[in-house]
Structure formats: C-alpha cells, structure tokens
C-alpha cells in the first residue's frame, strides 16, 4: 500500500505541476508516518506544519488528508492593501524572487484573496543580523508597544510588558530569531498560542499570539526559519507578535538591546554593497 501510495502521489505531483497548481493532496495509510512523507519528497517538516492542522506531526490518522506543496515553500494570501514589494518584506524576501514563482512582471496586478507562493530557497534572504548578538527580526512590521512599565491595554493600571509588540496583519510569517530548539509550541493563558525557543548560551526567545504554530516541541530550528503565524490569540487586542528574549537566569531583556536598528528590519542585499538599506 506505501508504494502504491508513493506512486499515486507522484502522479497527482505532475498533473498539478502541469496544470500550475502548487500543492497536492496527499490520504494518510496505515503505518505513514509524517517525517517518512517529508523525507520521501524532500519538503521540510515545517513547510507541512504551516500549510496543515496537525496537532502532533508524531501521530497521524488514517484517511487524514495532508497538503504536500509540489515545492518546498509557502503560501501567502493577498490582503487589501497589499503589494509585491510589501509581501517581499514580510517574508524578507527579494521581489524579482516572488514574480518568478508566481509568473508576475513589474506590470502584473495583485489582488485581494490571490494565493502567492513563496520558495523556500527566497525566504529571508534580506532579513538582518545584529553580528554582535546573532539576533534577527523575528517579523517585519511596527513596533506598537516597547518593552518595560506601560499601561495595561484591558485595565488601565501600569504594569511590565516583558517584551516588544510588533504590529502586523494576521497571517504574517514570523521567524526564528536566532539558531535553537523548540522547547514550546502550544496554546499558553494570555500568551494564546506561543512558542519558545532555547538557544545553546541558556537563553530563550518566546513568539507569542499567534494564529498558527509551524514547528513541534523538541524540533531544531535555524535563524530565519518560518515557524508561525502573526495572530491575536490568548490576551491580545488586534493582530501582532509578542517577542520576548529571556537571559539563562530566566529574566526578560529589552529585545532592543539585541536586535539591529528597527529602520533596517528589512535589507537588500545587492553584490558589492555593505549590505544597508530597503528600508
């Protein structure tokens, strides 16, 4: 049955591929395992994660239904508003990289609800590293509350923000911050669905609110890596990543103090160049 399955999938792979569409649609047999199908087609674990509602990718059901992108990358739905040279920015991505894969020019309209693909090989490619700290933006977007004393958005009382909000749509990708494992990845109180990451020295990044989780407890994840989605979940008032660095002695740090200037999230990185600028 695995073989015939194998070679059922290859099939639908071509025929989609002719047809210009980017996914297939994939029926769990007895005995699948989800690293075994990643393995067997070469799309990362969490490209699956991210296009699926798999609760644990450790256990599968029989006659589930798992959305196989024909390549490793992933799906972008346009919002009102949007433009390919926004998209690229949240996916710190080069925009001649998302027209080719899509089968866009300079000239091509966007529109509300288009499906964009995004290759994996496109992603953070112009996202930027503070050399001294090893820390990149976790999301591109607005910075909507600092870290420190604030005024509760729901009480109105001064309380800590031990982290920095920034401020985008749902659905935005939000990546690791820096090299590490996964040590959370599920629904936690006010922090809605977040997840933490340990990294070698003992710290820990946390990635909070979101509206998916693209990544299982225990998985390694590099910098740069997708590993979720921007949302409003658990005690959150409108669409946005939490973003907490926390010190191996378990206190919380100005992510600031980390991260490199908010006015280069984004950086185009041409040949010859030092690497500054698209804002």
């Given at each position: 049955?695995?073989?015939?399955?194998?070679?059922?999938l290859?099939?639908?792979?071509?025929?989609?591929?002719?047809?210009?569409?980017?996914?297939?649609?994939?029926?769990?047999?007895?005995?699948?395992?989800?690293?075994?199908?990643?393995?067997?087609?070469?799309?990362?674990?969490?490209?699956?994660?991210?296009?699926?509602?798999?609760?644990?990718?450790?256990?599968?059901?029989?006659?589930?239904?798992?959305?196989?992108?024909?390549?490793?990358?992933?799906?972008?739905?346009?919002?009102?508003?949007?433009?390919l040279?926004?998209i690229?920015?949240?996916?710190?991505?080069?925009?001649?990289?998302?027209?080719?894969?899509?089968?866009?020019?300079?000239?091509?309209?966007i529109?509300?609800?288009?499906?964009?693909?995004?290759?994996?090989?496109?992603?953070?490619?112009?996202?930027?590293?503070?050399?001294?700290?090893?820390?990149?933006?976790?999301?591109?977007?607005?910075?909507?509350?600092?870290?420190?004393?604030?005024?509760?958005?729901?009480?109105?009382t001064?309380?800590?923000?031990?982290?920095?909000d920034?401020?985008?749509?749902?659905?935005?990708?939000?990546?690791?911050?820096?090299?590490?494992?996964?040590?959370?990845?599920?629904?936690?109180?006010?922090?809605?669905?977040?997840?933490?990451?340990?990294?070698?020295?003992?710290?820990?990044?946390?990635?909070?609110?979101?509206?998916?989780?693209?990544?299982?407890?225990?998985?390694?994840?590099?910098?740069?890596?997708?590993?979720?989605?921007?949302?409003?979940?658990?005690?959150?008032t409108?669409?946005?990543?939490?973003?907490?660095?926390?010190?191996?002695?378990?206190?919380?740090?100005?992510?600031?103090?980390?991260?490199?200037?908010?006015q280069?999230?984004?950086?185009?990185?041409?040949?010859?160049?030092?690497?500054l600028?698209?804002?």
């Amino acid at each position: 049955m695995r073989v015939k399955g194998l070679i059922f999938l290859v099939i639908l792979v071509f025929l989609c591929t002719a047809l210009g569409n980017s996914y297939v649609r994939y029926l769990v047999e007895p005995g699948d395992k989800l690293f075994n199908i990643i393995r067997d087609y070469n799309i990362r674990i969490s490209t699956i994660l991210d296009f699926n509602c798999i609760d644990d990718p450790r256990c599968l059901e029989s006659g589930q239904a798992i959305y196989i992108p024909v390549r490793d990358g992933f799906f972008y739905d346009v919002q009102e508003g949007d433009s390919l040279e926004y998209i690229a920015k949240l996916f710190f991505a080069l925009v001649e990289d998302i027209m080719k894969a899509n089968g866009l020019s300079y000239s091509s309209k966007i529109f509300t609800g288009q499906r964009l693909f995004i290759p994996l090989e496109a992603v953070s490619v112009c996202s930027n590293v503070n050399i001294s700290t090893q820390y990149s933006w976790p999301v591109y977007g607005k910075i909507s509350s600092e870290f420190g004393w604030r005024k509760d958005p729901f009480t109105g009382t001064s309380t800590f923000h031990s982290g920095l909000d920034i401020a985008v749509q749902q659905g935005a990708p939000v990546f690791a911050a820096r090299d590490g494992t996964v040590i959370e990845a599920a629904d936690n109180g006010g922090y809605g669905l977040n997840i933490i990451i340990l990294h070698a020295d003992g710290s820990k990044t946390r990635y909070a609110h979101l509206s998916h989780i693209s990544v299982y407890s225990g998985q390694r994840v590099a910098r740069g890596e997708l590993i979720g989605r921007v949302g409003e979940t658990g005690r959150a008032t409108g669409p946005h990543l939490h973003f907490e660095i926390i010190d191996s002695k378990d206190q919380c740090k100005d992510p600031r103090s980390y991260l490199s200037s908010s006015q280069y999230m984004y950086v185009r990185k041409e040949p010859g160049s030092l690497g500054l600028g698209g804002k």
